[in-house]
């Protein structure tokens, strides 16, 4: 066959390119938001506008958002890391202090201080979630525990008796979500609204039994861990099992072109789409041709992204009126969301309008990830066809992985909705405070911003295409971005089904569902574990906050654990869930601010993503990454079987390992020689927030984020400098074209292959050995590269907490 | 296997001295850059001497001592590989050199180019030049005589010779050459004791068999193999990351120190240990050892291959095409009943038998006879007593008539094939009765020969003769379908005789009334159903199956177009071979795939052996990950890594214990012993190293 140059393929295939992005553009970032939010505000026109409390007939804030409380007639929320002003709705953060930073400490300290102060006679251990700051500074919630330490102060100050405000606590307590998610809660607002109509009598104190449970019993627990959290993580773990099997059949079936339910409406748009775009969608693509079509096309990608940022003040819905983004933070969003990585060293609030986040960013998250899924299938069809050519037609498969994604996407951003997060095309609201506060210049703010738009349908597609890139700032740790416990589970659930549901598309492809679930079962091996340790790193609490009188210790009444940068509506066991999941799946979204996890966790989520994100990983990239793995272990294993390795019958040979080692060294040599350059640099320096190994690990997570399209951050890190945008969004793209262009190489060389009829010389791919070797294969390698760095990072912070006495073990 | 005819290595004088020398000169850095991984040590080697240089002018970043040791160390491991490789030359060489004794440069008695062939007539001595065996050419005529070495390879195109070729194949008994057919094919070295030949050269000097294996052996030419070249990618892949991974930690350190405010960089000399003892050096400097050893193992065996590649395709086979006869069957048929028709008795019979096949010295004959005597008792006097009293007149098997038989006088005694025999006896006017249909019928049901014998044209009964399966074969076959290879049996039988065997012998499938097109159209398909096939062959109409097997091994007994497709000769001309082969091949990777996997599990130890030693001094906290309470980590583990490598020289050489197993089994054992043995060995070594260096005074 002779070889077409690589510039007629791309004449040929830069119409298709620029029009299917048009098309798609279209669809998923304009038809979509819209259909979204008519659906919403029919539905639910209360949850999509920013789910506004009115009391007393009178807008009293928002149900979702915290306000600051410092009056001592108040009960007082978790500390907020907002500036300027606690509480800025408008600009969401968390402090990013580590936890053995000593600035945490004081902070505490000067917390503790306060409270006592207010009510010297309480001599209790102050609740945890009472001293430390939340993921979002919104945390509209304490714990039950942090409300009745208040109880004796409030009392006084208000003069009622303690039974009675007890009394209103207890009628406040929201109990875990269908008795299942999250964590027992009052939402301090409306706790202090109710408060306020007792003692303008508007109210009278409602009678209550009291929430029954006895703080000082210890909760229910198994290993350590309480009932309920067990139940949440089994919950989720046996769903994620329950889902994959037909998710993965359905999704082979679209990818094939078997009819299915969906195969009508599909079909449809799908032909509409060939013909306007002049694809045949018959005919296939050499492994050159899919290479260039994905090269091309991430060209209107990349640039009407970034085009659009520095656009934006002249165009449509931007309420807020927000300007033109500046070229080196608009080309790092660019290049970050066309990656599927999603790294914001940006703040969304006040950077990007609604058009922007709607017709920009969004429309890339469904892009980027069907992206990575028609690579993957591509690499698929290599292993299941016999000496072929040609690995299936990209814009096929890209328009196919949109649809996959389109539908759920509806059914979560609904969801999502109904648990309050906003949909709609309307500006900002301003609400009232109950308890104005002085900001840092010491001006009184009387009012709270509630930042709205079309962030449901975002937030979706942000989830299920493990895209990561947040509406606001804080994330997945934002109120109205993730609401509710329940919403929580719905984003963490989205996060992984993908990704694992793949895995039994690959099995149903290559007609071997047994091959498919065993690579499910490698990665939950690796994640499972790890999970398990984060959970036990996270629940223990930190040791240098114990002196200060802080109890960290789970019971009935508040989750305890390292409770800084996390939000009280979680609780501990679903945040690390979240955690792990975002970083074994290359998401990146975050509901909890990664910076304050302690060492232990935050070393185990830098080592999910330095394992090569294929733990899950992102959409068909986390599977893709998996197979080279896969070929990496069987031709090892293969060699001590004493013949040439096959896999899933396809002989590895010379070209098949040169590929493989190149796509595993690529990100570890990004994240190395740009660790290296940032530490060496001031530029690099500048960035550093936390002291010491922790400040290091700022670096590396950055990094190893940007190299392994992960997004997530140690957001302590000044990433919005000129080094920063630029070295990251370097690492970004080479990170994932490099990586694809040889995966489609690898690809193009299996599909020759024949495959060898499996015989009883043959290892088996799908048993637990070859199981259990792949996965140690992949833990050496990814230890084997990061033990050093990791060791300088977490691992000093770790042996010096436990060297310091901080830490037992 | 067959151990009788393993040729044991010859004992070399100096052989250990010699590879100590070649480490050495191996240490040049332009033949060193063929193996990546020892290269970037050599490397790592050459810069710590220099600072070490650096620190006896007093300004180094150590101590002189230690850096010192180190770089010592390093060197030291940087020999062992080389000693390594030259040592598995060596022993290679020295296999190599008592098979080039016959190959050494001798007089030729080459043929003008003029002359013109007269068939059975030796040349007249104007045509004869006497020429140096390394001036001839490709299709020159050579004439040997006896007492004459045979100089070259080559195809005998006139004459009939015995020649002698104990030299190669150890046999002692003389094979005879002639032209044509067969027994064309002559190899040089051999001597011709008596007659003569005209001999086609049949490749330019050092391109005979023996000369590729010569260079394969010794490194010159020496090309990698495939999966080896696929190994070294991923060594290299991985020798890339120890050289990022410590290039960064010179950074990271650097930081650290600031961040902390304590402690000093990481030295160069800690990190280029750090390298050297992450790097796969355990496997990246065996790899080269392990190849040669493993076509060592091949010429211990007297089997010679032009190609590292077939060795290595060889354990990927999954079908083995095997010729019945001589592999599966002992060579030839044997007879094992008699079965008389038509009134006659077996004492008839038997004497009758014994009669037609006295003279009869084809196998089966004397079968026949053996038979005769060991069952029915004949005893020779029976039929010495009739010898004497008439002449007997031997009726020879012609392939017109394909019938033998005996007469004497006017008995006239015929045996032959069934069909042969019926219509001798109806034109004798006799009829084919229905008992002897029979009793052919069932034996050839029976997957037997049946010899009708007759007597004046009248059936006396038949002969059972039955191919004499191999013993142990069957258990052999058991053996290669538990490693996931198909047996396939090769038979110029029926169908119904073939299949007998084949469910004897215990085959997996079997192609009957073979031809060459057929073998060739069957090693096709299992090619094109992806499978990798092995076949032996001697017969010139052998030669396309074996040009397109993928591992093809001829008999040196074969014809010059049969050993010239095939990548293999095996000098025994011993059919069984094939599966020694297959063995060998798998053992080449097993080791290979069993040292990778000791290399990169080894790791895991000297993180922690050099990691708490190395950034003490900024993070003391680390010294708690100092596990195994190491004094000189960094040098215990340098020392470590490089006397691993002369530790696993042995195994290396010999190649890891093979056992017919499957893939699964194997695949478990090696992970248990090479795996988790290469994650534990190490901390013990590294503590022992680490004790003796404390009793010896060091740090």
Redesign the interface.
Known sequence: MATEPVQSIIRKQAKPAVLIFFLLTLIVGILYPFIVTGIAQVLFPVQSNGDLLIHNGKIAGSSQVGQPFSSPQYFWGRPSATSPVPYNAGASSGSNLGPDNPALADAVKTRVGALHAADPKNTQEIPVDLVTASGSGLDPDISVAAAYYQVPRVARERNLSEPEVSALVNSQVQQRQFVIFGEPRVNVLSLNLALDDISAEKISVPQSAGSGADPTDPPASLFGMRIADWFQLLLFILLVMFIVVPLGAWMAKIYTGKPNFFSPFLERIEQKIFLIAGVDPGEEMDWKQFAVAVMVFSVPCIAVVFFLQLVQQVLPLNPAGLSAVPPDLALNTAVSFATNTNWQAYVPEVTMSYFTQMAGLAVQNFLSAAVGMSVLVALILAFTRKSGTTIGNFWVLLTRSVMILLPICLVISLLLVSQGTPQTFSGAVTVPLLDPVNDSAGTLVTTQTIPLGPVASQVAIKHLGTNGGGFYNANSAHPLENPTPFANFVETFAIIIIPAALCMTFGAMIGSRRKGAALLIAMSLIFLPLVGLAIWSEGAGNPALSPLGVDQAPSDLQSGGNMEGKEVRFGIVPTVLFAVVTTVTSCGAVDAMHDSFMPLAGGIMLFDMQLGEVVFGGVGSGLYGMLIFAIIAMFIAGLMVGRTPELYGKKIEQFEMKMATIVILIPILLILAFTSLAVLTPAGQAGVFNPGPHGFSEILYAFTSASQNNGSAFAGLSANSLFYNLATAFCMFVGRYATIVLTLALAGSLVTKKIVPAGEGTLRDYRLLFIVWLVFVIIVVGALSFLPALSLGPIAEYMGMIAGGMIHV | MSDGETRTAPAIPGLYRRAAVDAVLKLDPRTLIANPVMFTVEAGSALTTLLYLQALTGAGEAPAGFIGAISAWLWFTVLFANFAEALAEGRGKAQADSLRKMRQDTSAKKLDPDYTLIRGREPKEKYIAVVSSSALRKNDLIYVKAGDTIPVDGEVIDGVASVNESAITGESAPVIRESGGDRSAVTGGTGILSDWLIIRVSANPGEGFLDHMISLIEGAKRQKT??E???N??L???T???I??A??????????VQ??GAGTTVTITVLVA?FVC?APTTIGGLLSAIGIAGMDRLIQRNVITTSGRAI?AA??V?VLLLDKTGTITLGNRQAVEFIPVDGTTIQDLAETAQLASLADETPEGRSIVVLAKEKYELRGRTVGASETSIEMQFIPFSSQTRMSGVDQGQLHIRKGAADALFRYIETNGNSVSDELRQAVDDISRAGGTPLVVAQNGKALGVFHLKDIVKGGIRERFVQL??????TVMITGDNRLTAATIAAEAGVDDFLAEATPESKLRLIREYQ????MVAMTGDGTNDAPALAQADVAVAMNTGTQPAREAANMIDLDSNPTKLIEIVEI??????T???L??FS??N??AK?FAI?PIA?AS?????A??NVLGLHNGILAAVIFNALIIVALIPLALRGVQ?RAM???E???N??LL??IGGLITPFIGIKIIDILLVLLGVG
């Open positions: 495939p999966n070249i696929a190994l990618i991923l290299l892949g991985l890339v990351i120890f990022a991974v290039a960064a930690l010179y950074a990271f350190s650097a930081y650290s961040a902390a750090l992450l290595e354990g990927d999954d379908r538990r490693m996931g290879i198909k094109a159903g992806g499978r091949g798998k053992q080449l990777l097993m290979r795939g069993a990778t996997t990169i599990a790791d895991i993180y990691i950034f900024t993070y003391p906290a680390l708690a990950l093979y499957s893939a699964e194997a695949l478990r090696n992970i090479y795996g």
